[in-house]
């Protein structure tokens, strides 16, 4: 069976605030990625990860800052975000860049 | 980039009707199809997916897609559906570069 581990499940932080979202899978996937999902809307895709190496970075605005300590982690740094940045935060992780398997999300409240 | 279509915003069935969901893709070139179903406060998973062979696929709970390459479509079916196939359902395409792109999604509501 497939696992991502999303900490922490529930966030809520000021606009001044500095906070972290973590991500683990144990599955030896090489691929890591960051989705934002706003309510009832598809999820769009923020970073990938492979092997490490930061490979798409979809125009994210730089107050989201990704880390990926090594291959089973996965960070994204907040810092002054907005309130429309409130949203469902979804870590995946694929094997070989084609099967996607999905975390169950950290829910951010900017207020 | 690819990009995905699903036409139907919101479907409202009966329990026992028989469901097909609308999907097209845009991309040129080899691609592997998803669908993903997403229970309300619940994570995405997983239903079903195409990468090659056979185009008629058969994902879990019941439910199945085909692919149609002259049409760019995956469609999703299932026979008869329940009360508990509510839920929002996504296509997804990836066209082999870790690059996954959803469809903006179809919201399934089954009367029962």
């Known amino acids: 069976d497939t696992e991502v581990t999303q900490t922490p499940k529930h966030l809520v932080m000021g606009m001044t605030n500095k906070k972290s979202l973590k991500c683990e899978q144990h599955?030896?996937?090489?691929?890591m990625y960051w989705y934002k999902q706003k309510a009832k809307k598809p999820p769009e895709l923020m970073f990938v990860y492979s092997y490490e190496k930061l490979s798409i970075n979809e125009s994210v605005p730089s107050r989201f800052s990704p880390e990926c300590p090594n291959s089973s982690l996965l960070n994204l740094h907040l810092h002054a975000l907005q309130p429309e940045d409130s949203a469902l935060y979804l870590c995946?992780?694929?094997?070989?860049?084609?099967?996607?398997?999905f975390g169950e999300g950290s829910w951010l409240t900017v207020v | 980039a690819q990009s995905v279509s699903q036409h139907n915003h919101h479907v409202i069935l009966s329990e026992a009707a028989s469901l097909e969901l609308g999907c097209n893709y845009s991309y040129g070139g080899t691609v592997n199809l998803f669908w993903y179903v997403q229970y309300p406060g619940q994570h995405l998973q997983l239903l079903l997916k195409?990468?090659?062979?056979?185009?008629l696929v058969k994902g879990i709970k019941g439910f199945e897609a085909e692919f149609i390459k002259s049409k760019f479509s995956f469609n999703l079916r299932k026979p008869s559906v329940q009360w508990s196939d509510t839920a929002e359902y996504f296509c997804?395409?990836?066209?082999?570069?870790?690059?996954?792109?959803f469809g903006a999604g179809t919201r399934l509501t089954v009367k029962p």
């Open positions: 195409y990468f090659s062979g056979d185009p």
């Open positions: 997804a395409v990836n066209a082999n570069n870790n690059d996954m792109r």
């Open positions: 599955m030896g996937h090489r691929a």
């Open positions: 995946a992780s694929s094997p070989s860049g084609n099967t996607i398997y």
